[in-house]
């Protein structure tokens, strides 16, 4: 088979990208994986679990949102084992603490806890909204048990699905895929097979490393270069169209971004079909905004072209007014309508934020009918046990006798996936391990929801579990497939508005349990597919997204607890800064009174919101006219637009710094059309090792840079202003007045 051929099915990369192969005695339970736990400098698994926490916390409030990259922590990782390797092999301490050449299984095994801690709890979330506008705070011991038992609910739901959507071949999450052909480049350099990767990663991550410092911090005006805005710079217009180096500025049309921190490196592994139906999304998402914000739909024009606040009825172009929740919340954090009609009646959001919840709603159901049009032979047996023949199997005593593994049969070892039917040598995590993290996961977070007096019921809080479960299998099915994580919060707030109507609080509390499952449950399913590809034993990988968790619980709340103290003013107001922004949090909080608390007098029929919940039923019949159209005219390729991926799209630029999607597209297009087409030898043997070394290489000097320069550790250290440097809208675009 030629390369080319080779890289035309992304479904069937991992085969030639990866090495299809195992070396059994390497052994990632060495004594050194755990004790190299205690601490960064000398030890480093929990080590690094803390400093990925760490880090992930920070993003959190950062004007973009950025997902602590798995590459970065394997960098870290290693350069952490090369300075062990210098401790004697022999005696004591080289028995235990360096016994052999580090390898890629405790490599695997380090990242995999790492990289479980570094995403920020969506209960640190919640802790922060409180603490930032709310005057009911747990205490620390509930808070902290709250962040564990959310952060593993998905873990248990989802373990349960590995068999589905998991180890077959087409589900091979694309995101996983630099990381492994570093994990390769780097362990295989002794057989001399990755010298040239080995180059390319070094250089390339020394280039980006000193690179970053210019656009991070001498020189922020290569965030975003836009001639329009030069050339005319007391024009709102100009700054809405093509401004978009700070937050919340503008769509960033036409603008050219040279910092690889915004641009990303999903642009160089997501799929062509995927960046495809993204470019769509994209130019459409450029013609709504405008459209619905020059049209003066929704009182768009009273309002900011970009913000995630709510805004008083009074607002008006000249001058925005937030509106003031507290004001209409009684003692007990439930809307009071007396005082709602006092302040004026309901609030407003920024239009484009409400057509990003729109488009969001009709994302979310179209990825329900897409995947039941085009894949429903993959998923159709997760609904196998609802049939007659299952249903009988219950009556039997085979079915609980869970400790009696069934061996696979030569037939189902000839159709597995290669990586797979290497993992079959190894005792597997059985279901019952899953199932018991679920239970008590559940256990816990009922008892928090009580303690932490969130007015959420109990009954509500178990329909949230059986929502996230359904979500978890298709957004699970959809990322495996195409590397587009899906975000469903629109929909489980929805639900639980109507649920629990009139309290923001209770509102927050459901959506953590009924939104931050999915998205921890599609976390375990990637962090499985490279437990695979890695031939690492699923108890060892197991075992480690449990301990990562619980080490990034802690320190979630602690470093929730300093930034929000430290930083108040900057996250609470409208635009923030380049540095630190609470746009995030705001969303949050927006949605949750919204939803929790208006959604009776924003989202029902009549209101100025009507159309946003209409989004859910319109995004189910979404994708029929281009699967019809496909049926009876195949040769068009209409089977190639995914219109869940298009819908969310749509709304994509609500919010952070948009002037690197230009940028992004460029790099795209390089990468997953030109050297694969043109280059496919390669596209295989560079392509994701130059991706981890630009991920690597940013990150390692962003995090330095956050506590150095800016403000981290409690004092900023701003760099002179200058024309590269200015204060305000850093590519010159005008401010709004209105801010």
């Known amino acids: 088979m030629t390369a080319s051929e080779k890289v035309d099915n992304m479904e069937e ?104 801690a570094a995403h920020s709890a969506m209960a640190a979330e919640v802790i922060a909204v409180q603490r930032l506008w709310y005057t009911k705070i747990p205490n620390a011991a509930v808070c902290i048990f709250l962040i564990f038992s959310s952060q593993v609910m998905g873990y248990g739901i989802a373990g349960l699905m590995r068999k589905i959507i998991v180890y077959p071949t087409k589900f091979f999450y694309p995101a996983n895929l630099p990381i492994m052909s570093l994990l390769e480049t780097l362990h295989r350099k002794k057989k001399g097979e990755t010298k040239p990767q080995l180059k390319i990663f070094y250089w390339t991550f020394a280039l980006i490393f000193v690179w970053e410092v210019v656009p991070e911090y001498m020189m922020p005006i290569l965030t975003g270069v836009n001639i329009f805005c030069l050339a005319k710079r007391n024009s709102m217009v100009f700054t809405n169209i ?49 459209g619905i914000f020059y049209g003066n739909i929704w009182r768009a024009r009273d309002f900011p072209f970009l913000s995630q606040l709510l805004f008083s009825p009074t607002s008006n172009s000249s001058s925005y007014i937030t509106f003031n929740q507290t004001a209409v919340l009684d003692a007990n954090g439930r809307l009071d309508e007396g005082l709602l009609a006092a302040e004026g009646g309901a609030p407003y959001m920024a239009a484009t934020f409400a057509a990003y919840v729109l488009t969001q709603n009709m994302a979310i159901t179209a990825t329900f009918t897409h995947l039941l049009l085009y894949n429903w032979d993959d998923l159709h047996s997760a609904f196998s046990f609802m049939s007659f023949s299952s249903l009988k199997n219950i009556a039997k005593p085979s079915f609980w006798m869970f400790w009696k593994a069934t061996e696979p049969t030569e037939e189902d070892i000839s159709e597995m996936d290669p990586h797979y039917r290497l993992m079959l040598r190894y005792k597997d995590a059985p279901d019952w391990w899953y199932g018991l993290v679920f239970l008590v996961s559940g256990v816990v977070g009922l008892i928090c929801i009580y303690e932490a007096d969130s007015g959420m019921s109990w009954w509500a809080f178990i329909i949230a579990i059986f929502l996230a479960s359904i979500l978890i299998l298709f957004t699970g099915a959809q990322a495996g497939l195409t590397g587009f ?144 159209l496909h049926r009876f005219f ?14 969310w799209h749509i709304g994509w630029l609500v919010t952070g710094i948009n002037s690197a999607i230009i940028s992004f597209f460029l790099v795209a297009f390089w990468s997953q059309h030109y050297l694969r087409r043109y280059k496919p030898e390669w596209f295989l043997k560079f392509n994701y090792v130059l991706c981890a070394g630009l991920d690597g290489g940013t990150q390692v000097v962003v995090f330095i840079m956050t506590f150095v320069f800016f403000g981290a550790s409690g004092k900023a250290i701003p760099f002179p202003n200058y024309w590269g440097n200015k204060e305000g809208n850093i590519d010159y675009c005008m401010v709004d007045p209105g801010n």
């Open 485 to 628: 994580s899906l975000p469903v919060q629109p929909i489980i707030q929805m639900i639980g508005a109507y649920l629990e109507p009139g309290n923001p609080l209770t509102n927050m509390y459901f959506t953590l349990f009924g939104y931050n499952t999915v998205g921890q449950g599609l976390l375990l399913l990637r962090d499985l597919k490279l437990g695979q590809y890695a031939k690492l034993s699923p108890r060892c990988t197991f075992t480690m997204q449990m301990v990562g968790t619980l080490v990034g619980s802690v320190l979630n709340y602690i470093i929730t607890l300093t930034i929000t103290q430290n930083q108040r003013e900057i996250l609470l107001s409208i635009e923030g800064t380049h540095i630190w922004s609470g746009a995030g949090l705001q969303s949050f909080n927006t949605q949750a009174i919204t939803w929790g608390g208006l959604a009776k007098q924003m989202y029902s029929w009549g209101s100025t919101y009507q159309w946003v919940p209409l989004g859910l039923v319109i995004g189910f019949f979404a994708p029929l006219p281009a699967y019809f």
């Open 242 to 290: 093509f401004g978009g180096a700070n937050g919340n500025e503008g769509l960033g049309f036409l603008s050219l971004c040279f910092d690889f921190q915004y641009i990303g490196s999903s642009a160089l592994y997501l799929p062509l079909k995927t960046q495809f139906n993204t470019l769509i999304g994209y130019i459409l998402n450029l013609a709504v905004f405008l």
């Open 634 to 647: 195949p040769k068009l390729g209409l089977n190639h637009l995914n219109m869940s991926i298009i819908c």
């Open 13 to 116: 990369i991992a085969l030639y990208a990866l090495h299809v192969d195992d070396d059994p005695s390497l052994n990632p339970w060495t004594f050194r994986t755990w004790l190299y736990v205690y601490s960064l400098l000398a030890f480093h698994c929990l080590g690094l679990s803390c400093f990925s926490s760490v880090l992930a916390t920070i993003y959190q409030f950062k004007p973009q949102g950025i997902v602590l990259s798995a590459t970065f922590l394997c960098v870290i990782s290693y350069v952490l084992a090369m300075v062990m390797d210098y401790i004697p092999k022999k005696g004591f301490i080289g028995r235990w603490f360096n016994p052999h050449p580090f390898n890629h299984k405790e490599h695997a095994a380090i990242l995999i806890m790492s990289s479980t």
